[in-house]
């Protein structure tokens, strides 16, 4: 049976320093934010769900600061249309729907736009739909 998860987006205005889990990003004013995500099947937003089993919603809390919003979830890899996505109840969160019909691995790439400095950045991990059960990743 497929399960919700529930996935935690840390952001940050400033670079990371290499050791520290995060991953640079660049915004659209050029400035370099970094971010990191938690939670998911691996403690990373990677989410991998068994084919068939129903479909899955990934729930993404944003973690920065009032000043940080989701504004729009994209797709890579979705040649299997398994993917959607609704505005959570508040915009410092999304949910991510996963069919899990066809097998294939993409992913969400999260869109964070920081109202302080009118800019915007992505943020992505992965979503695998298997054939067999999920393996450790």
Known sequence: MPHNHTVHLKVRNQPSNGNDGYTDTTATNNAIYSYRYTGGDNDHGNISETVGLGSATIE?????????????????????????????????????????????NASYCTTVTDTTANCAFNCDPMVSNERNPPKAM
Request: a negative charge; glycine letters at 12%; hydrophobic letters at 30%.
């Open 60 to 104: 993404v809390g944003l973690d920065g600061g009032s000043n940080y919003q989701i504004s729009n979830v994209t797709f890579g890899n979705d040649t299997q249309n398994q993917l959607s996505w609704r505005p959570g109840s508040t915009a410092d969160n999304a949910v991510v729907i996963d069919a899990n019909t066809q097998v294939e």
